[in-house]
T-cell receptor
Framework: DAKTTQPNSMESNEEEPVHLPCNHS???????IHWYRQLPSQGPEYVIH???SNVNNRMASLAIAEDRKSSTLILHRATLRDAAVYYC????????????FGKGTRLSVIA | NAGVTQTPKFRILKIGQSMTLQCTQD?????MYWYRQDPGMGLKLIYY???????DKGEVPNGYNVSRSTTEDFPLRLELAAPSQTSVYFC?????????????FGPGTRLTVT
């Protein structure tokens, strides 16, 4: 699976939108973009995934660049509970290889 | 569904002792994984299994063993504990639905080896 690059940390004010970037310049045409997050002292949890089109679910939105070399996870109104490490991960179309985690982005939310 | 459960939650081992970390999932998932996470780092894959009776090494398998006799259970065995194995261990599972399938994680086991 291709590699991703994320900022080490970001900060947001509560109730403001947060845009978490991810670069994946070597992405292949069939790689899916997955986002997971890890709350303090918990296991990671799935957030969202996409292939080419932007995606929305109850937790977040995923905006994928037209050339697919980057993507952005959008939290529309950050809450204190959203403070976590966010991981951007690519997964090949077969899905047979395990998820490979980088260091992710540590998001701090200020009240 | 309970999802992925892990026991124990915490454990302190002395150097050279052995133990088994238990992992069970009730979602009938074929794929199961063991990861470890050192402080401030991302997760590293230890072993994984694509079904009962089939296991394979991940990135950091040395010092660990696994078995998969049933779909539900995927225990991780430490034979001779070393301080370098102090870490938080996460078990995970997913269905075999290709690149779109979500991976579910357990709450973790915090292990200290002294």
């Amino acid at each position: 699976d291709a590699k991703t690059t994320q900022p080490n940390s970001m900060e947001s004010n509560e109730e403001e939108p947060v845009h978490l970037p991810c670069n994946h310049s070597t992405i292949s045409g069939t790689d899916y973009i997955h986002w997971y997050r890890q709350l303090p002292s918990q296991g990671p949890e799935y957030v969202i995934h996409g292939l080419t089109s932007n995606v929305n679910n109850r937790m977040a939105s995923l905006a994928i660049a037209e050339d697919r070399k980057s993507s952005t996870l959008i939290l529309h109104r950050a809450t204190l509970r959203d403070a976590a490490v966010y991981y951007c991960i690519l997964r090949g179309v077969s899905g047979n290889t395990p998820l490979v985690f980088g260091k992710g982005t540590r998001l701090s939310v200020i009240a | 569904n309970a999802g992925v459960t892990q026991t124990p939650k915490f454990r302190i081992l002395k150097i050279g002792q052995s133990m088994t970390l238990q992992c069970t999932q009730d979602m009938n998932h074929n794929y199961m994984y063991w990861y470890r996470q050192d402080p401030g780092m991302g997760l590293k894959l230890i072993y994984y299994s694509v079904g009962a009776g089939i296991t394979d090494k991940g990135e950091v398998p040395n010092g660990y063993n696994v078995s998969r006799s049933t779909t539900e259970d995927f225990p991780l065995r430490l034979e001779l504990a070393a301080p370098s194995q102090t870490s938080v261990y996460f078990c995970a599972s997913r269905n075999v639905l290709g690149a779109r399938s979500e991976q579910y994680f357990g709450p973790g086991t915090r292990l200290t080896v002294t």
